[in-house]
């Protein structure tokens, strides 16, 4: 661990992984998908097709990491669910991201601003 880690708090697990996998962990928040539907909301948010030997493998990390459940939909389905870990995992992402922007009181009243837009 390097010294500015040690300084201050940083998320356990969140650092490990990649942004495509924060990504994936975000639309799994909103509500358990099957992998062509996180595929096609991927898509939306990069504007650019996702190939599918880049959302599995990652789906698959996610999974033995315990941060995605995977559950079968139906014999020809998975449908991928976020776990408790995984939820933890953008919460303390989405703290120490706040951690570094509220700096001032204009920058906190940002904050606030975009919280009461997401409500």
Request: proline share 3%; hydrophobic share 35%.
């Amino acid at each position: 661990m390097s010294e500015a880690q040690s300084a201050s708090k940083t998320p356990d697990v969140t650092p490990e992984l990649t942004a495509f996998q924060q990504t994936i962990l975000t639309v799994l928040a909103e509500e358990a998908r099957y992998g062509l539907a996180i595929k096609r909301e991927l898509e939306t948010y990069y504007d650019t097709d996702v190939n599918h030997g880049r959302l599995y493998p990652n789906l698959d990390d996610l999974v033995a990491e315990g941060l995605v459940k995977k559950s079968e939909r139906d014999k020809r389905t998975n449908e991928y669910t976020l776990t408790d870990e995984g939820y933890e995992a953008l919460l303390d992402d989405i703290e120490w991201t706040v951690s570094k922007l509220n700096t001032s009181d204009e920058r906190r009243a940002d904050l606030e601003e975009l919280l009461a837009r997401a409500e």
